[in-house]
């Protein structure tokens, strides 16, 4: 028996504390925040340096994930013993894609042709905020040619083709296209095209997103939907530094703000005891530990005189699909002291940010 995951919740009720909610609700809300933060990244790169680039930078982080989850991700949903090549990629992208909270549907046509349609967020997600403003018709084909075109080479078929025939951006009610096996040999760069408007069939079933219960119980799912969003936004933030080098650290640092002032309230009322936790140092800190312990890095705080010492067993860097050069690190590691010195601003702008260097912070106040 199959369950169904054709949902997308809101996040939990205001009022409850984040380390007090059950499971799924604590996943929700931590993959909501940073897929925010892997939008407000993209739309910082292209403030920054304009779409072209930004929709290049796409291509190539969608092709490294791809070639570090793909396979992987096929087996781990059960469809590396589909038949066909074009259903099992329309399921893929359809079940994975809703694991990670998007909206999905998927329809077989026939054998080697199969559909796989992507619908707009609800409108209690957080994505319709800044990551609706980036989901241009550009951004969606990059998208196409840096994963879907290259599916068929990671299985050795070099004959299975996407084709883009919808786009929420021209007015269509969903991003769609389907995977069609030529069963002929077809160069690298002709396995994506688009055939805007191409008419769906009628008689063709939109089949929801479904996986076995027995093998994806709802707490696996709900910490898959957690690191679908975290290692997502990581990729993002390394990918920016590593392609456009020092002028890349502008955009994380100014992704990161965008999140955190536009998620602020919910954090404040999720982490921060308003009638013990004192305003300023107290209350920032409150914020920046949660925002560690939703990601993972299992953060630890010890006050010190006039501040305080943050320490984390993990930190952003290590959910990046490949390694980080050290160079990359320290500049990772310089964008977000950037971001958080402002950020600590809001709360009280006597704090100061002593050192942050890959989960390692310390903060004080002046004259301490």
């Not at 680039?53 to 096929?74: A, C, N, P, V, W």
Request: glycine fraction near 8%.
């Amino acid at each position: 028996m199959s369950l169904n995951l054709d949902f997308q919740t809101p996040l939990p009720r205001r009022g409850i504390k984040y380390h007090s909610l059950p499971l799924a609700d604590a996943c929700n809300f931590a993959a909501q925040f940073f897929n925010s933060w892997y939008h407000a990244t993209t739309f910082s790169a292209i403030r920054t340096v304009g779409h072209a680039r930004t929709y290049d930078l796409q291509g190539k982080m969608l092709r490294f994930h791809q070639e570090k989850y793909f396979i992987s991700g096929l087996k781990k949903l059960g469809l590396d013993a589909e038949d066909s090549d074009a259903v099992r990629c329309a399921k893929y992208h359809c079940i994975s894609n809703a694991i990670g909270g998007l909206r999905t549907r998927y329809a077989v046509e026939s054998k080697d042709k199969a559909w796989v349609f992507y619908y707009p967020h609800t409108c209690e997600h957080t994505a319709p905020t800044v990551g609706q403003a980036i989901h241009t018709r550009e951004n969606m084909i990059v998208d196409y040619r840096g994963w879907h075109a290259n599916n068929g080479e990671l299985l050795g078929n070099h004959g299975l083709i996407f084709v883009a025939t919808h786009f929420m951006a021209d007015g269509d009610p969903f991003d769609a296209g389907y995977f069609f096996d030529t069963g002929v040999f077809v160069p690298p760069g002709e396995r994506s095209c688009v055939q805007a408007g191409e008419r769906i069939p009628l008689t063709l079933k939109f089949q929801p997103p479904a996986v076995d219960p027995a093998l994806w119980p709802e707490d696996r799912r709900s910490k898959a939907m957690r690191h679908y969003a975290v290692t997502w936004a990581a990729d993002r933030i390394w990918t920016v530094v590593h392609e456009f080098g020092d002028e890349g650290m502008q955009p994380v640092a100014h992704g990161l703000g965008l999140v955190v002032y536009q998620w602020l309230p919910r954090l404040v009322d999720a982490f921060v005891d308003l009638q013990s936790d004192s305003p300023g140092l107290e209350q920032f800190l409150r914020v920046f530990e949660g925002i560690q312990a939703m990601a993972g890095c299992v953060p630890e705080v010890r006050r010190t005189e006039g501040g305080a010492m943050l320490t984390c067993r993990r930190s952003i860097h290590d959910f990046v699909a490949g390694d980080v050069s050290s160079v990359d690190a320290s500049r990772i590691d310089a964008a977000l002291r950037q971001a958080w010195t402002k950020i600590a601003d809001h709360f009280d702008p006597k704090i100061r940010l002593v050192t942050g260097t890959r989960g390692n912070w310390q903060f004080s106040t002046n004259g301490a």
